[in-house]
């Protein structure tokens, strides 16, 4: 069983930064493709990043582009979302999500392990 525990979620007032880190529970870490996928009150979830298993291509939508970055630390076993200039509608629960094979994906349905995820609170 592979298990995701993200951190770092929180309050921030618009224009703020936050840093969610996501760690995995698997030694094969580094053969996973990692995501972030977010939900804000009352809307689905949307894709919000991603980032193939040697940490060299990634993806972002087209929303957050220019204002967050995904990472990732192999040695670690931990994916980072790093998310500048943050504005209210980026509130929402963001969920970590992992993927084997290691290529990156931008489809929620091919992620296989999810965490529980962290709530971010931006406020106006």
């Known amino acids: 069983q592979v298990q995701l525990v993200e951190s770092g979620g929180g309050l921030v007032q618009a224009g703020g930064s936050l840093r969610l880190s996501c760690v995995v529970s698997r030694r094969t870490f580094n053969f996973y493709a990692m995501g972030w996928v977010r939900q804000a009150p009352g809307k689905e979830r949307e894709f919000v990043a991603a980032i193939n298993a040697a940490g060299d291509v990634m993806e972002i939508v087209d929303a957050v582009k220019g204002r967050f970055t995904i990472s990732r630390e192999n040695a670690k076993n931990t994916v980072y979302l790093q998310m500048n200039s943050l504005k209210s509608e980026d509130t929402a629960v963001y969920y970590c999500?992992?993927?084997?094979?290691?290529?990156?994906?931008?489809?929620?349905?091919?992620?296989?392990?999810w965490g529980q995820g962290t709530q971010v609170t931006v406020s106006s």
């Open positions: 999500a992992a993927s084997r094979p290691g290529l990156v994906r931008t489809a929620q349905i091919d992620y296989d392990y």
